[in-house]
């Protein structure tokens, strides 16, 4: 009889119905504007936490500095292109194992809130999208209900609402808010019947088992057009000296009625490549938090800890010109991208003491940091010369990243010089993300979207010389409208006003099986001389003593990426103000196992070809006003 029961259970679950704990309710009292939980008025003091920006053995230590702080609960997007890499492969294990991250939550006595979009933006790849979608079809038409677009989505939850069922406040989990889609009231394509649509395949799955919201700006015509019909309409904004009543007033003249949330309070601020890295002051934060606790206003603290875009996940920003995010997630969030406690944290911990009470074990302010000095790298192989590049494409005309079958990393286009035309000859191209233009495996240029689109070409340019376009996939955007977010080469390249034809096209994804591959050739290798960059290179290390965090200084390297025991750590870049790569001891082997160090150099080495670990991280520049100018072609390759 137990096992039939459980059976029905299981069954009424995965078909989209509800089995809900009648002693467990979470709702709305729309005449007293008031959340109400099992009878009693409730308020809500979270934080922002994304389980796939922290190592899972970390999950537990920060959700844990979230309750010491007061908060009651955690706040998280869920990322699509995280567990569905591929089309209709679906990953929950390890570092995606979202049931574990809630069940850690509750352990910690946390409620939680999920952002499973399917658009997060979180200035991640895409928005959160999985970029397999624009090889399907590149003229996808994403957050609307095109029905290409709303088939993946309908699969795709499929597959995740029955990990998240279980865990709903109505089913005894600590799931009490679930948001429908992100700030759709800003996107410049509306579509009120993609709104609608995505509400009934949430109900389908939520039920009553927890409260449904949106979240936009909190200005009238944002929340208007975010607005989906039955469902709680939310705000965001940052520190501010407009009182309550006024900030709220827009979205009142949408919904009259309501619990008030500021479901992205921002405590912190994202930062991009070539720019300053951005700082909140501390005072407007309280003074602002003061006002909303003054009127019993929900909060979720957006960051309360930013942790890291290991790999390629980073995405873009899209204003004037192309921003490429950091791979640093840190955000100047309370809880550093480390997992250390700020001033921030406790002066947020002390403004809201009277309401919301620390809770949980106490907890320490710094985590120890691992000194690991400099380890020598040798040279191992030209990146163009590697073995690990993908099958040859020939084609006529360029393909992108996409049409290639490639998500993330660099891809070769290559092609024979046919007429070289005036002297000098100008090359011209448009391509996304960023082009080393090398002639004969010589680098003469690089090009950049939005930023450089041609250059001049040696006078020495011959007849049957190879032109090489590098062209390297920096994240696809992450906000503004999500169409033109193909990479590579995206339309024909010319010299002289010619069309450049025949290309052969080789993909360098970078997967871990690459990085395998490329630490068997320097196993092999010794002595290698006049290596041609962009190249590899390689290193070992052992630790003595406890295996710690740490940061590994790229300050003296160009641009690349590195790999610590295969873990992709991200990419470095001179240009800042990130200079300083966070590794977390997770990913390090103790004594007498070896460290590997694997990096790929585009531009140029360290005089002494070694990386060094720190103890603090470099997320700025040195002096104020050192932030790089962007358009300029020297400051993107050299020094």
């Given at each position: 009889m137990l096992l039939i029961i459980l059976f029905l259970i299981s069954s009424s679950i995965s078909s989209g119905q509800q089995v809900v704990d009648k002693g467990r309710v979470f709702t709305i009292d729309y005449d007293t504007n008031e959340f109400v939980m099992d009878g009693e008025p409730f308020t809500y003091a979270s934080g922002e936490l994304h389980y796939f920006r922290v190592p899972q053995p970390y999950w537990r230590d920060r959700l844990r500095k979230f309750r010491y702080a007061g908060l009651n609960a955690v706040s998280t997007y869920i990322e699509w292109s995280l567990h569905e890499p591929s089309p209709n492969k679906f990953v929950f294990d390890g570092e995606a194992n979202i049931s574990e991250f809630i069940k850690i939550a509750q352990e910690e006595d946390l409620f939680v809130i999920i952002r499973p979009g399917p658009y997060i933006c979180a200035e991640r790849d895409f928005g959160g999208y999985p970029a397999w979608l624009l090889t399907i079809n590149p003229n996808m038409k994403l957050r609307t209900s095109d029905p290409s677009h709303t088939f993946f989505i309908a699969r795709w939850f499929k597959h995740l609402m029955g990990k998240l069922q279980p865990w709903l406040y109505g089913n005894g989990g600590p799931i009490i808010m679930v948001q429908v889609e992100n700030e759709y009231g800003s996107y410049p394509v509306n579509d009120p019947n993609y709104l609608l649509w995505l509400r009934d395949l949430y109900r389908n799955y939520i039920g009553n088992a927890a409260i449904l919201f949106t979240t936009d700006g909190p200005s009238r015509n944002f929340v208007r057009r975010g607005k989906i019909p039955g469902i709680l309409s939310t705000i965001d904004f940052g520190p501010t000296k407009t009182d309550m009543d006024r900030?709220?007033?827009?979205?009142?003249?949408?919904?009259?009625?309501?619990?008030?949330?500021?479901?992205?309070?921002?405590?912190?601020?994202?930062?991009?490549?070539?720019?300053?890295?951005?700082?909140?002051?501390?005072?407007?934060?309280?003074?602002?938090?003061?006002?909303?606790?003054?009127?019993?206003?929900?909060?979720?603290?957006?960051m309360f800890h930013g942790g890291t875009n290991f790999g390629f996940t980073a995405g873009s920003g899209s204003s004037d010109h192309f921003q490429p995010d950091l791979t640093s997630y840190d955000y100047d969030a309370p809880i550093t991208e480390a997992g250390d406690l700020t001033d921030k944290y406790f002066a947020i911990k002390n403004a809201i003491k009277e309401v919301y009470p620390a809770g949980g074990s106490s907890v320490k302010r710094f985590t120890e940091k691992g000194d690991y000095g400099?380890?020598?790298?040798?040279?191992?192989?030209?990146?163009?010369?590697?073995?690990?590049?993908?099958?040859?494409?020939?084609?006529?005309?360029?393909?992108?990243?996409?049409?290639?079958?490639?998500?993330?990393?660099?891809?070769?286009?290559?092609?024979?010089?046919?007429?070289?035309?005036?002297?000098?000859?100008?090359?011209?191209?448009?391509?996304?993300?960023?082009?080393?233009?090398?002639?004969?495996?010589?680098?003469?240029?690089?090009?950049?979207?939005?930023?450089?689109?041609?250059?001049?070409?040696?006078?020495t340019l011959e007849p049957g010389q190879t032109l090489t376009l590098l062209i390297e996939n920096l994240g696809r955007r992450n906000y503004q409208l999500l169409s033109d977010c193909t990479k590579g080469l995206i339309s024909n390249a010319t010299i002289d006003g010619v069309n450049l034809k025949d290309w052969k096209v080789i993909g360098f994804?970078?997967?871990?099986?690459?990085?395998?591959?490329?630490?068997?050739?320097?196993?092999?290798?010794?002595?290698?001389?006049?290596?041609?960059?962009?190249a590899f290179y390689y290193g070992e290390f052992q630790i003595q003593g406890k295996v710690l965090d740490s940061f590994l200084d790229m300050s003296q390297w160009g641009k690349g990426v590195v790999f610590i025991n295969n873990y992709n750590l991200g990419r470095y870049w001179h240009i800042g103000p990130q200079f300083t790569l966070y590794v977390p001891g997770c990913y390090l082997r103790a004594y007498p196992e070896k460290n590997t160090i694997t990096l790929l150099e585009l531009h140029y080495i360290h005089p002494d070809k070694t990386v060094t670990f720190v103890t603090e991280p470099k997320l700025h520049f040195e002096n104020e006003g050192e932030e790089t100018e962007f358009l300029s072609v020297t400051k993107l390759t050299r020094r």
């Open positions: 900030m709220y007033r827009p979205m009142r003249q949408v919904q009259p009625k309501g619990p008030l949330v500021n479901s992205e309070f921002y405590v912190g601020w994202l930062s991009y490549w070539g720019e300053p890295f951005r700082r909140t002051e501390i005072q407007p934060i309280v003074e602002t938090l003061d006002k909303m606790l003054n009127q019993n206003i929900s909060f979720n603290l957006y400099s380890v020598d790298l040798k040279p191992v192989i030209s990146l163009l010369n590697s073995p690990i590049g993908s099958e040859p494409v020939m084609s006529e005309y360029p393909i992108t990243f996409e049409a290639l079958g490639q998500r993330y990393g660099f891809v070769a286009y290559s092609t024979q010089i046919i007429n070289p035309g005036r002297d000098p000859s100008v090359l011209q191209v448009n391509v996304r993300d960023r082009a080393l233009v090398l002639l004969n495996d010589e680098e003469v240029s690089v090009l950049q979207y939005t930023l450089i689109n041609e250059t001049p070409l040696p006078s994804p970078l997967n871990p099986e690459d990085i395998t591959q490329i630490e068997e050739i320097a196993d092999q290798t010794e002595n290698v001389t006049n290596i041609k960059l962009p």
